[in-house]
């Protein structure tokens, strides 16, 4: 590994291969440092998929580690307190996407993170391009991951939204809040994970939805969600099973359903905030109770 300084930046040559093909690539990351006498250089380190070769960012959960050093010692940076912040760069406006919080790996000085990719880099009519800024205290770091399509037929995400009670403000005006919810981890024979966030104002935020999380309305008042509900079924809809939220924060368990091995599954998902459940539309229920459900696929071993 090498280090060379080019005025506040750093360009780390990780020395990764990433096998595509039948030939290699080395993955380049570059580190930028927020001022001369910054404390930290950062280090991205991509994810890994089945196989265990490394897997770039795409739509959906995308997990990857930050390398955290010190900058005069290059010594490990342990306990610290790191914040992601993920910017889609369009021509017309700017948007976030949701981002969960940092971890200290049992490696000292790695941090565990996760990236929920609402679209791909370079898609749509006007494309963009995603930064993502590393906030460490009043330092920040800045990368620019190439985000791809999801591959495969499952559903990564889907999304619901609330009605003309829960407004947001945005680049048209105000419109209904926007609830998110993506494949959080391989489904099993009778459980499903899922991560449930939402948006905020203008697109910048997206906060996990949990029972005490603080959204903002489109005057930009806090208020708090007393309560919240993940459901699903793969039946009759009528079976709907309650999902759980054990460490108080994004991340649903649902549990009781019934998905077969070896083929395709069809679940059907609904989310309920403050005693009123979302829709596909931002209507109200309709009589057969059809907007008020996400469908995910997802494919059993």
Sequence with gaps: MFLQKINKWYIVSAGILLLAGCGTDTKTESVQISAPASTYLVEYIPGTAMGGMMAD????????????????????????????????????????????????????????????????????????????????????????????????????????????????????????????????DDSTNTSIHLYFASDGNMSQSYPAIFTGATLTNAQNTPWTVSSALVEATTDTLASWQSGTNPAGDGHWLVSGLSLTSAQTNTVYIRVTVNSKVKTTDGLASNVSGTNTYAIFTTTLP
């Design 57 to 184: 960012a795409t739509t959906g959960k995308t997990t990857f580690k930050l390398r955290v050093r010190n900058r005069s010692t290059f010594a490990a940076a342990t306990g610290l307190s790191i914040q992601l912040t993920p910017t889609m760069h369009m021509a017309s406006h700017t948007h976030g996407t949701p981002a969960d919080v940092v971890k200290e790996s049992s490696t000292p000085g790695t941090y565990d993170c996760t990236i929920y990719y609402l679209m791909a880099s370079g898609t749509g009519m006007m494309g963009g391009y995603w930064s993502l800024d590393v906030t460490i205290g009043s330092e920040t770091a800045t990368f620019y991951p190439s985000v791809g399509m999801a591959m495969g037929t499952d559903t990564v995400y889907d999304r619901l939204k609330g009605q003309s009670d829960d407004l947001i403000s945005s680049i048209t005006g105000t419109s209904f809040r926007s609830y998110y919810l993506f494949k959080d």
